[in-house]
């Protein structure tokens, strides 16, 4: 039941690019900031971008974020088995007056 | 760099009321600047925001669960809880502490504890 929402899964072979895209609407995308977060298997998240499009110290510039109303997307550039992994987006709900997390969505490098 | 370290019980029966405590390896539970929070993940599924707590003691709380959450912090031990009441199977989660920086629109959560298990069953 989450307010966010991600295509399950995605794919591509290595060196390859993907895009993830997060769904939202005015009450948390469209006024808020967007984060997202990088979950390998076994492992607890890791915060990937935030403010839209900024990356913290140590994540590479293969990852880069973007917003556009009510929707955001994460793309990986340059795709490694490394990536594998689930990522999530998230954001402030105004309506909720909590965060919200996308529904998440599992990387496959083929 | 500051680390996050959850402590729980592991296994709790049903109507129970679940606890936490999450520990800070450096900085300050008083902060100003950050909110002091908790998320889960059920097997399997997807991440669930469950509150956070201010330096001031303002609490923010996942609708779906308000009743049932109580967040709070310790600043003599620096640390801060969760009490989840009420618990069914459906609680049984990897639940995670966390450091959110919440200002207006700009909200992210930089610091993740590694996470604990827990399991509601009789």
């Known amino acids: 039941q989450s307010v966010l929402t991600q295509p399950p899964s995605v794919s591509a072979a290595p060196g390859q690019k993907v895009t993830i895209s997060c769904s939202g609407s005015s009450s948390n995308i469209g006024n808020n900031y967007v984060s997202w977060y990088q979950q390998l298997p076994g492992t607890a998240p890791k915060l990937l971008i935030y403010e839209n499009n900024k990356r913290p110290s140590g994540i590479p510039d293969r990852f880069s974020g973007s917003k556009s109303g009510t929707s955001a997307t994460l793309g990986i550039t340059g795709l490694q088995t490394g990536d594998e992994a689930d990522y999530y987006c998230?954001?402030?709900?105004?309506?909720?007056?909590?965060?919200?997390f996308g529904t998440g969505t599992g990387v496959t490098v083929l | 760099q500051l680390q996050l370290q959850e402590s729980g019980p592991g296994l709790v029966k049903p109507s129970e009321t679940l606890s936490f405590t999450c520990t800070l390896s450096?900085?300050?539970?008083?902060?100003?600047?950050?909110?002091w929070g908790w998320i889960r993940q059920p097997p399997g599924k997807g991440l669930e925001w469950i509150g956070i707590i201010s330096y001031s003691g303002n609490t923010y709380y996942n609708p779906s669960l308000k009743s049932r959450v109580t967040i709070s912090v310790d600043a003599s031990k620096n640390q801060f809880s969760l009490k989840l009441s009420s618990v069914t199977a459906a609680d049984t989660a990897f639940y995670y502490c966390?450091?959110?920086?919440?200002?207006?629109?700009?909200?992210?959560?930089?610091?993740w504890g590694k996470g604990t298990t827990v399991t509601v069953s009789s």
């Open positions: 966390a450091r959110q920086y919440s200002n207006g629109p700009y909200d992210h959560i930089d610091v």
């Open positions: 998230g954001t402030w709900d105004n309506s909720r007056r909590g965060y919200v």
């Open positions: 450096s900085g300050s539970v008083s902060s100003t600047t950050y909110h």
